[in-house]
């Protein structure tokens, strides 16, 4: 009887021990992963990506919504968020320009294409992720942003930044006149063309 019972107590312990279903895996291979799943999973969805992309367009429509004399109502966060980012890449423009024209001693042509290149990459990424927040695919949207890129480097960034540095202008202040001109006709490119919403 002792050893019925015994061998009864075990089929019944093993028992519990076996899934019920495909989705119910026995308790100890649950405590087995779950400080895996802990330590890895959890984490990753606790700190999403979203989240600073969305407090950075929050914080963009906090301010335009408070803007006076009616302000907040022309200006769009876009255009916020696009000079924030944009007036960041313009200084690491000017920068890398500075250093590669007094520092290297190249020409304002080479120096000015290689840090617009630089800049441009980044505030494209940068545009996408935080600002217009888009999830089309890259591939078009880098072809169209190629095209108005050439167009601005060789109308504003290239061609006035060349002209007024000949005509005896501080190159440093012609990329900056250059960059106000830019900047208008960046933003309507990116926000109508590059990602416009489709």
Same mark, same amino acid.
């Not at 968020?81 to 001693?105: A, M």
């Given at each position: +009887?002792?050893?019925?019972?015994? =061998?009864?107590?075990?089929?019944? /312990?093993?028992?519990?021990? &076996?899934?019920?279903?495909?989705?119910?895996?026995?308790?100890?291979?649950?405590?087995?992963?779950?400080?895996?799943? $802990?330590?890895?999973?959890?984490?990753?969805?606790?700190?999403?990506?979203?989240?600073?992309?969305?407090?950075?367009?929050?914080?963009? /429509?906090?301010?335009?919504?408070?803007? %006076?004399?009616?302000?907040?109502?022309?200006?769009?966060?876009?255009?916020?968020?696009?000079?924030?980012?944009?007036? &960041?890449?313009?200084?690491?423009?000017?920068?890398?320009?500075?250093?590669?024209?007094? #520092?290297? #001693?190249?020409?304002? %042509?080479?120096?000015?294409?290689?840090?617009?290149?630089?800049?441009? =990459?980044?505030?494209?990424?940068?545009?996408?992720?935080?600002?217009?927040?888009?999830?089309?695919?890259?591939?078009?949207?880098?072809?169209?942003?190629?095209?108005?890129?050439?167009?601005? *480097?060789?109308?504003?960034?290239?061609?006035?930044?060349? =002209?007024?540095?000949?005509?005896?202008?501080? *190159?440093? &202040?012609?990329?900056?006149?250059?960059?106000?001109?830019? =900047?208008?006709?960046? *933003?309507?490119? +990116?926000?109508? &063309?590059?990602?416009?919403? $489709?």
């Amino acid at each position: +009887m002792r050893t019925g019972e015994q =061998a009864n107590r075990r089929t019944g /312990e093993q028992a519990k021990r &076996l899934p019920t279903s495909a989705g119910n895996w026995p308790t100890d291979h649950t405590a087995d992963t779950w400080s895996w799943d $802990r330590s890895h999973v959890q984490p990753e969805l606790r700190t999403g990506k979203s989240r600073p992309v969305d407090r950075f367009h929050k914080a963009c /429509e906090a301010v335009v919504d408070r803007l %006076p004399f009616g302000l907040g109502k022309i200006i769009a966060p876009t255009f916020l968020g696009f000079c924030l980012i944009n007036g &960041l890449t313009f200084g690491i423009d000017l920068t890398l320009l500075t250093g590669l024209r007094s #520092g290297l #001693g190249a020409p304002v %042509p080479v120096a000015v294409t290689i840090a617009y290149a630089c800049a441009f =990459a980044l505030s494209y990424l940068l545009n996408r992720t935080f600002n217009f927040q888009s999830h089309a695919p890259a591939g078009p949207q880098v072809a169209i942003y190629v095209v108005v890129v050439i167009v601005n *480097y060789l109308v504003f960034i290239l061609g006035v930044s060349t =002209a007024l540095s000949a005509l005896g202008m501080q *190159y440093q &202040l012609s990329r900056i006149v250059a960059g106000t001109c830019e =900047a208008v006709y960046m *933003y309507c490119a +990116m926000r109508w &063309l590059v990602f416009r919403a $489709r």
